[in-house]
């Protein structure tokens, strides 16, 4: 069966985050508040909408998390995000990305993001690495609908706006497990994880396709279909 369309998750997949600046983001916006957690605090919720991550690690650590202290933690998270994305000199894609965009479009397969962020820290990223001209079809962000990662929302979006009715036609893409259970709640053809210590709980699930990087892709694609594990090419 042939994929149609790929999900791509944005920080960690095709965006670099090397200094692990998201989640240095929540701790600094959550320690403002008196909350204090570390980077490893993150990682579990990783790849969720941020303000529920941020409401979910207020509770866990004690914390009131009314809609206000969400918002107000969130707004600063934001505030750091975008100026880390328009000025930081380590912004920059996971080496390949642009390349794999180019071909996947070459050969007729829509490349799409979903991703944990708002729009305009979303869109501040797609500029800053100049994939709106022409490199990637459409995005989708955590704030542009009702359920954020793990639910498929995200991605029935996608497909609503493609034209396309039979999940089993699209694969996703991530490096999280909200990103992971996100592509297998959706019913996606084809379900890839950066092998990382976030996804490394769902590599031996048998409907996970384990990638060293996202440049990988097109090889596991392949193989992907080889007997046993479905046609994907």
């Known amino acids: 069966m042939n994929i149609q369309m790929i999900v791509f998750d944005m920080a960690g997949t095709t965006l670099c985050d090397a200094d692990n600046a998201v989640a240095g ?4 916006a959550l ?3 008196g909350c204090e957690i570390t980077p490893d605090d993150v990682d579990p919720v990783m790849g969720m909408p941020k303000p529920l991550a941020i409401r979910v690690l207020l509770e ?3 914390h009131d998390a009314t809609d206000d202290t969400v918002a107000r933690v969130h707004a600063a998270f ?3 995000m975008i100026e880390h994305y328009r000025t930081s000199p380590t912004v920059r894609e996971i080496p390949g990305t642009t ?3 180019r071909e996947l479009r070459r050969l007729g397969i829509r490349v799409t993001l979903d991703t944990g962020f708002d729009r ?3 869109d501040a ?4 690495l100049g994939w709106h001209s022409g490199l990637i079809d459409d995005s989708v962000t955590s704030d542009e609908v009702a359920h954020g990662r793990p639910d498929p929302e995200m991605i029935r979006v996608l497909m609503e706006r493609a034209g396309i009715e039979d ?3 699209v694969g996703k893409v991530g490096d999280s497990i909200s990103d992971i259970e996100q592509g297998i709640n959706a019913g996606c053809g084809f379900v890839g994880a950066i092998v990382g210590p976030r996804t490394r709980s769902m590599l031996m699930d048998p409907r996970v396709h384990p990638l060293e990087r996202v440049s990988d892709l097109l090889r596991v694609l392949a193989m992907a279909g080889s007997p046993g594990r479905g046609g994907v090419l």
């Open 60 to 62: 866990q650590n004690g």
């Open 25 to 28: 983001a929540v701790v600094q």
């Open 125 to 128: 990223i797609i500029h800053r």
């Open 99 to 101: 390349e794999l965009f």
């Open 167 to 169: 999940p089993s036609l």
């Open 31 to 33: 320690r403002q508040i």
């Open 120 to 122: 305009p820290i979303a």
């Open 78 to 80: 934001q505030q750091r």
